[in-house]
């Protein structure tokens, strides 16, 4: 029996991952599963660059605006919510749509890893975390991590402490790295992922997002956050994000609002860049260039979707 077809669009940020999704999804009575780690919380929505509610409306979405921005929310737990998601919508006889950038949450679908919950060690983690206050975190942590784990580094910002952290933790409660523990925890596939990039040259791509940082700081990026830091007084992993974590240093004074807008930007393309090392590594990927018309890509998609 053949196995239900899966079809997944990825790639870098401001690329135009949604306006494609949501126009194939009329096209093939689709549904979409968001792929995206800062998509999924709640009251986070011009910096992480959420589907409008007019969008949302016109195609049912999943694992958008869900999460409280108190709660930690791990890749275990999104692999468990998008297969729940992705069942749904076969079960309808309708076609699953996986749309976003996060490839930790993408891989976790398409080579189907099983994560095991690791339990964490409080007083290494202290340790860790007296380590970077006193060296430095790049100087130190970071270094190291990249020394017990490259591959796994290569898509982490030497700013990440979680997940340089992470790396860290894995390695020290199992002695093998988090890139060889992932490996061996695949399993088979269930399902026919057809699996399509977006990429464009670098600096067009790179004049979309200083464009889109300067569209969200004027739709309210910044009173986004203040509200925010208002309402919760712990959000550990939200205000990591992109965009976010700038914004509160410059509400904490420690940037300047010019330092603040040229930091997102920079930190924007530099993660964008590595989406699409990350992105590159996947075989069978099939790239489309985020220059066409959204019409052409959607054909181009249907055409190996109908094969």
Avoid at 44 to 49: E, L, P, R, T, V
Avoid at 95 to 120: A, R
Avoid at 143 to 162: G, H, L, Q, T, Y
Avoid at 196 to 220: A, H, P, T, W
């Amino acid at each position: 029996m053949d196995k239900p077809k899966v079809i997944v669009i990825c790639g870098p940020t401001a690329s135009g991952k949604t306006s494609l999704s949501i126009s194939l999804a009329k096209k093939i009575n689709g549904e979409i599963v968001s792929c995206d780690s800062m998509q999924i919380y709640k009251e986070m929505d011009i910096g992480s660059a959420k589907p409008t509610v007019e969008e949302m409306q016109e195609i049912k979405h999943y694992l958008v605006d869900f999460v409280s921005p108190e709660k930690r929310y791990s890749v275990s737990e999104y692999k468990e919510d998008a297969s729940k998601a992705i069942e749904e919508i076969i079960n309808k006889g309708k076609t699953p749509i996986i749309v976003g950038g996060t490839g930790l949450y993408l891989n976790s679908l398409i080579y189907n890893i099983q994560y095991n919950e690791m339990e964490v060690d409080l007083n290494y983690r202290r340790e860790l975390e007296k380590e970077a206050e006193e060296y430095g975190l790049v100087e130190v942590l970071y270094n190291r991590a990249k020394e017990i784990d490259p591959e796994a580094m290569e898509k982490v910002s030497a700013n990440d402490k979680k997940r340089i952290t992470r790396v860290l933790e894995i390695y020290n409660a199992t002695g093998r790295n988090k890139t060889e523990l992932e490996k061996k925890s695949r399993k088979e596939v269930p399902y026919n992922y057809l699996i399509f990039g977006i990429n464009m040259e670098r600096s067009i791509l790179y004049d979309r997002i200083n464009k889109r940082v300067d569209i969200m700081l004027e739709q309210g990026l910044i009173e986004e956050v203040k509200n925010l830091i208002n309402k919760y007084s712990n959000m550990p992993t939200a205000m990591q994000g992109l965009g976010y974590k700038e914004v509160k240093e410059f509400l904490d004074g420690n940037i300047s609002k010019e330092e603040m807008i040229e930091k997102i930007k920079m930190e924007t393309r530099r993660y964008a860049k590595r989406q699409i090392t990350w992105f590159k590594r996947i075989e069978n990927i099939i790239w489309l260039d985020g220059l066409n018309k959204t019409e052409e890509n959607v054909n181009s998609i249907m055409e190996v979707y109908g094969e």
